[in-house]
């Protein structure tokens, strides 16, 4: 039955994703795009509220009758790329793409609220629909929770997918339990004094002291973090000096904290403020260190990803096509915060080309096959149907 429905709307689902990638908007900024989705989400009958944590729109299924309540949840925003696809509908705003799929999921999940309105009839409870601005800006999802969205009524679970153009169309990946990473950005400020390089005992050279605090802290992983754990510790900036022949007086570096369990990532981030810290003074001068928290790890809860699992088996064309992932990827996905507030599990969708390139996601070339949308919208609807079923 869904699968019927989802072949009669997907032309439509494939419409909207092309106006969403020709339309990109950046983080916090999706308003001609929140207007669009409201729009269709009243013209399907739904109760839509707006401007939640900004520019994020809910739309609300309530079936009238007691049951439970969960969420399904979208991303809206581009990212500042400039285009490189050469598609037909390419981004008409300049340095602007959809380049992380953002695009699809809006459009599966405007699918899925066109396949809900199909099956009312069957459901009970409360189902939320979730276009959530600003998840590339590490503060989206925030915003929606303070804004109250998971509230009146309280939601039990919460649901989402991301693009993976990895794995091919048809398939899905998913994990139980830590699924992504927790990841901080850090700043490290050395300060030394300036001198000319033909007196440098007058002067305490920024970059030797940067260069030790370097050789320090890629020591942290390797002595401190189990080989039985996973986390990642990357310089990738590094700053200082203005002149050939003058001696620097100050050095600023940054990078990337990568790991599964926030305890290691405390750790590491006391290891550098030690490292750095001590290692300045030892040679006369100070360092400082900033951290900018990123999102939680994607911890997937395993009663919801049982519910995903079986939802694709009744989507997908064999059990096969459910990829058990073994590892959490280092990468980081802000839908963790909903995850630290009530239950909730994303899976990967894929979205490989087979005749042409696919590229990768935040890439200029991202081209996702859109004949995986189907799929997603009938894992949603299937899910939807197991949970809120009469």
């Known amino acids: 039955m869904i699968n019927d429905i989802v072949s009669k709307i997907i032309p439509k689902v494939i419409e909207y994703r092309r106006h969403f990638h020709q339309f990109p908007e950046l983080s916090f900024e999706e308003f001609e795009t929140s207007e669009f989705v409201a729009e269709k989400l009243r013209e399907l009958g739904y109760n839509v509220r707006t401007n ?44 602007v793409m959809h380049a992380c799929g953002h695009d699809g999921h809006m459009a599966i999940l405007l699918g899925t609220a066109m396949l809900l309105m199909e099956i009312r009839d069957q459901l009970k409870g409360v189902i939320k629909l979730i276009f959530q601005p600003g998840e590339e800006a590490n503060g989206g999802a925030k915003c929606i929770i303070n804004d109250g969205a998971l509230k009146n009524p309280d939601v039990e679970g919460v649901y989402a ?3 993976m153009p990895d794995i091919p169309t048809g398939t899905i990946a998913v994990k139980s339990g830590y699924m992504t990473a927790t990841d901080d950005e850090f700043y490290i400020r050395v300060y030394g004094s300036d001198a000319h390089s033909s007196e440098p005992e007058t002067g305490i050279n920024a970059i030797n002291i940067a260069s030790q605090i370097v050789m320090g802290l890629n020591t942290i992983v390797s002595n401190n973090l189990s080989p039985f ?15 050939i022949n003058v001696i620097p007086d100050y050095v600023e570096m940054c990078g990337m904290i ?28 100070s360092a400082e260190v900033e951290f900018i928290q990123g999102f939680p790890s994607v911890n997937n809860d395993a009663r919801l990803t ?16 459910i990829i058990m992932i073994e590892r959490p990827h280092l990468g980081s996905e802000d839908f963790a915060y909903y995850q630290e507030e009530v239950p909730g599990a994303i899976f990967m969708l894929g979205c490989s080309q087979e005749d042409s390139e696919t590229g990768s996601l935040h890439s200029a070339i991202l081209n996702i096959n859109e004949d995986s949308f189907q799929y997603g919208v009938r894992i949603f609807g299937n899910i939807a149907l197991d949970i809120c079923g009469k």
């Not at 986390?231 to 900036?237: A, D, L």
């Not at 939802?311 to 096969?320: F, H, P, Q, R, V």
């Open 258 to 285: 990568r790991c599964v369990e926030g305890k290691n990532k405390l750790m590491i981030r006391d290891k550098m403020t030690s490292i750095a810290e001590n290692t300045a003074k030892g040679f006369g001068g």
């Open 52 to 95: 939640i944590g900004g520019t994020g729109v809910m739309a609300v299924l309530d079936t009238g009758i007691p049951g439970p309540v969960i969420a399904f949840r979208a991303d809206m925003d581009a990212l500042p790329i400039m285009e490189e696809s050469g598609l037909d509908f390419d981004s008409k705003r300049v340095g």
């Open 306 to 321: 049982v519910n995903v699992i079986e939802a694709a088996e009744k989507s997908l064309t064999s059990k096969d096509d």
């Open 229 to 243: 754990d996973v986390g990642t510790f990357s310089i990738c900036k590094i700053n200082g000096g203005e002149a």
């Open 161 to 163: 997918l991301h693009m």
